[in-house]
């Protein structure tokens, strides 16, 4: 298989858009008092099932390079997800969302440590611009920023996720992004359900099922299955820093989705915020040294 650059940066494009409709979608879930253990164990069993489904000719073919490749990315996938729920607990949720797009700026970090190779210069003010955006869009310029435990649970999510894009773009390369994409699932149900029967079972009595079970079985087959398929294929052609940015729009689209649906009220703010992202993705987009050679 074999994608270009601009169809791989589409691919992840779509993937944040159904990420950012699956913030209505988790939400509806939480409100039913369904805990994050809980979920992550229904999604990723969902999601295995599905990938053994389409894709069970090339599981079937699973050796031991693509179980230890996918039991790694799918724990590293796993305890993002856990650590960002975790922190929303006890923090606001324009804290949470903020904080979880500083891996925008722990990716070139990470690239730079684990395989020597230095961002590229476009990359700082890209970020820079990206993270001003963020603020806009989650209001902190306006109500300011307050440190909460939760605020550190969530700064360990985002290296977890900063972690994983490398992770997908620099290692997995070499197993086949079908297999992936079952391991991803298996593995995010197993450590889900572990964690819920270990911490979460005095929440099931409460639980709305009727009411929260059907917005998890979608977030299972879209954001799950439909979404990280797409970011697993995505990754394969292009670079971290700029998938990172890419994906970032994630809180961007679920802030669009938020006002079209009525959850919140349009905000200039969240307009200029969304419109500094975007910029922020054209520099990355953008090869300014065809700029230099023609002046």
Known sequence: MQVSKGRANLMLLLAAIIWGAGYIFSKMATNAHMQ??????????????????????????????????????????????????????????????????????????????????????????????????????????????????GD?????????????????????????PFVLSFMLGITQGTFGLIWSLLFEQTSYGVINWQAGLWPVIVLGILSSFGAQTLQIIGQRFTDPTPAGLILMTE?????????????????????????LIVIAILIMQLDFSRFRSVE
Do not use: C
């Open 36 to 149: 994050a253990g809980l979920i992550n164990a229904i999604r990723g069993f969902i999601y295995a099932g599905l990938a053994f489904i389409f894709f069970h000719k090339f599981i079937l073919k699973m050796n031991s390079v693509d179980l230890r490749i996918g039991l790694t990315a799918g724990f590293i996938n796993f305890l993002g997800y856990q650590f960002q729920t975790w922190g929303l607990r006890f923090t606001t949720p324009s804290n949470n969302a903020f904080l979880t797009a500083i891996y925008v700026v722990i990716i070139p970090l990470i690239v730079w440590v684990m395989f020597r190779r230095r961002p590229e210069a476009k990359s700082y003010p890209a970020i820079i611009v990206a993270i001003i955006g963020m603020g806009f869009l989650t209001n902190i310029v306006q109500n300011g920023f307050t440190l909460h435990i």
């Open 152 to 176: 550190l649970l969530t700064l360990i999510s985002a290296f977890f996720y900063a972690l994983q894009i490398v992770y997908f773009g620099m290692r997995t390369t070499s197993t086949s």
């Open 251 to 275: 809180s961007m689209f679920g802030s669009i989705f938020s006002v079209v649906l009525g959850f919140e009220p349009f905000t200039m703010h969240l307009l200029l915020g969304g419109v």
